[in-house]
């Protein structure tokens, strides 16, 4: 699966961005999929998951309350409000054919090239 994130930008603290994750050529519904996040010389981090269906979603503290993440047959979504400087990154959309909510970057098969956010102060 080649998936393809987009949505990426520069914002001022406490904007909002929509970040999206398509696959080329296929469907994501048989996926679990994740967002994740990374920042030069450190590990790329689990920022949130969702199952196949879309019913269970999961997050990582520091974005608990401000992301949402959601999914339709197509696409996969990273709806981010009041975003912070420390948010900037690039981020990441990854599937696997495995459970939902794993916050392992290895146990995700398939991953896209990333978008950058930049938050400014």
């Known amino acids: 699966v080649q998936l393809q994130a987009s949505g990426g930008g520069l914002v001022q603290a406490g904007g909002s961005l929509r970040l999206s994750c398509a696959a080329s050529g296929r469907t994501l519904s048989n996926y679990a999929m994740g967002w994740f996040r990374q920042t030069p010389g450190k590990e790329r981090e689990f920022v949130a998951g969702i199952s196949r269906s879309g019913i269970s979603t999961y997050y990582d503290d520091s974005v608990k309350g401000r992301f949402t993440i959601s999914r339709d047959n197509a696409k996969v979504y990273l709806q981010m409000s009041r975003l912070k400087p420390e948010d900037s990154a690039r981020y990441f959309c990854?599937?696997?054919?495995?459970?939902?909510?794993?916050?392992?970057?290895?146990?995700?098969?398939?991953w896209g090239q990333g978008t950058q956010v930049t938050v400014s102060s």
């Open positions: 990854a599937s696997r054919s495995g459970p939902p909510g794993t916050r392992t970057s290895s146990s995700y098969d398939n």
